[in-house]
């Protein structure tokens, strides 16, 4: 199996050719693993916990419980 390069033929030694049968069984286990690693980080942001956010959400926050005191929300 191999590849046209510049009209050249390349050779290649590894991988799976694209149009092969197994290709898209290959690109779904690929996938099914990636949208599970996925679901995973949507459900840790989804949750919201404190000690998840960022230094930047933070001073965010107080900027705006500071704002809401003062009764300034420019």
Same mark, same amino acid.
Request: aromatic share 10%.
């Given at each position: 199996m191999? +590849?046209?390069?510049?009209?050249?033929y390349?050779?290649?030694?590894v991988?799976?050719p @694209?149009?092969?049968? &197994? /290709?898209?069984?290959?690109?779904?286990?690929?996938?099914?693993e990636?949208?599970? +690693?996925?679901?995973?980080?949507?459900?840790?942001?989804?949750?919201g916990?404190?000690? @998840?956010?960022?230094? &930047? /959400?933070r001073n965010l926050?107080?900027?705006?419980?500071?704002a809401?005191?003062?009764?300034?929300?420019?």
């Amino acid at each position: 199996m191999g +590849y046209m390069q510049f009209s050249r033929y390349q050779h290649n030694i590894v991988g799976t050719p @694209q149009g092969s049968v &197994i /290709s898209p069984i290959l690109a779904n286990v690929y996938l099914n693993e990636l949208d599970k +690693y996925l679901e995973t980080l949507k459900s840790d942001f989804d949750k919201g916990t404190k000690s @998840q956010r960022t230094g &930047i /959400s933070r001073n965010l926050e107080y900027r705006i419980a500071k704002a809401k005191a003062k009764k300034d929300m420019k």
